[in-house]
């Protein structure tokens, strides 16, 4: 796919601005990579060896040019807090889907929910995109909430929906308004 452009204002809410990967978000993916969860919803190894962690970090910022959607990490005051991203691979049927985890170290300070402020906005302005879905575990109190918090709406528990750590989860089907 075609790669449609990088936003020329990076879109921020709060305290926190969307950015690109940089070769110095290394650090970044080998907090991730401690988490027990995050490894299993993404292509990040767990307990990532600095190789691992820079190799994810590569593939971060390829995908934008093959066109599969808007990685970006969540900046606060120069510092990598999280990733956010806006995947395109439903594209075809008007749907984009955003993704995101916060480093461990960076929890409960209201950056989940400032990064889905800012990114949604912005997701409304990539050309095709007329519905912006979120897929979350019902267990996951954390980011069901900071779904809740961007103005998402639960729409619908689809049962055994995705694969997660070799099992199938199900997983609850929020939108934009
Ligand atoms: C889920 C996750 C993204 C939340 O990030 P965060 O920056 O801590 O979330 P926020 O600080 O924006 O919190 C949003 C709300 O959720 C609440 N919350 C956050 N973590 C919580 C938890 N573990 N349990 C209960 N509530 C939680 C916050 O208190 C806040 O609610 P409030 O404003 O009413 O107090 C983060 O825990 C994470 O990266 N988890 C692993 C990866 C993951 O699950 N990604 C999402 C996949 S769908």
């Given at each position: 796919?075609?790669p449609?452009?990088?936003?020329?204002?990076?879109?921020?809410?709060?305290?926190?601005?969307?950015?690109?990967?940089?070769?110095?978000?290394?650090?970044?993916?080998l907090?991730?990579?401690?988490?027990?969860?995050?490894?299993?919803?993404?292509?990040?190894?767990?307990?990532p060896?600095?190789?691992?962690?820079?190799a994810?970090?590569?593939?971060?910022?390829?995908?934008?040019?093959?066109?599969?959607?808007?990685?970006?990490?969540?900046?606060?005051?120069?510092?990598?807090?999280?990733?956010?991203?806006?995947?395109?691979?439903?594209?075809?049927?008007?749907?984009?889907?955003?993704?995101?985890?916060?480093?461990?170290?960076?929890?409960?300070?209201?950056?989940?929910?400032?990064?889905?402020?800012?990114?949604?906005p912005?997701?409304?302005?990539?050309p095709?995109?007329?519905?912006?879905?979120?897929?979350?575990?019902?267990?996951?109190?954390?980011s069901?909430?900071?779904?809740?918090?961007?103005?998402?709406?639960?729409?619908?528990?689809?049962?055994?929906?995705?694969?997660?750590?070799?099992?199938?989860?199900?997983?609850?089907?929020?939108?934009?308004?």
């Open positions: 796919m075609t449609l452009p990088w936003p020329s204002t990076p879109p921020a809410y709060g305290s926190v601005v969307l950015r690109e990967f940089t070769e110095a978000d290394v650090r970044l993916a907090e991730l990579g401690e988490d027990p969860y995050v490894p299993l919803i993404g292509s990040l190894p767990a307990h060896t600095r190789q691992e962690a820079e994810w970090v590569r593939r971060q910022q390829s995908r934008h040019a093959e066109g599969r959607g808007f990685p970006f990490v969540i900046d606060v005051a120069g510092t990598g807090v999280g990733t956010v991203g806006l995947w395109l691979r439903k594209l075809s049927e008007g749907i984009g889907i955003v993704g995101y985890s916060i480093s461990p170290e960076h929890r409960r300070r209201g950056f989940a929910s400032d990064a889905l402020k800012a990114i949604t912005f997701a409304w302005t990539v095709g995109v007329e519905r912006i879905e979120l897929y979350i575990e019902p267990w996951n109190r954390g069901l909430r900071a779904a809740e918090k961007a103005g998402y709406r639960r729409e619908a528990l689809l049962p055994a929906h995705q694969e997660i750590g070799g099992f199938a989860r199900d997983m609850l089907l929020y939108a934009a308004p």
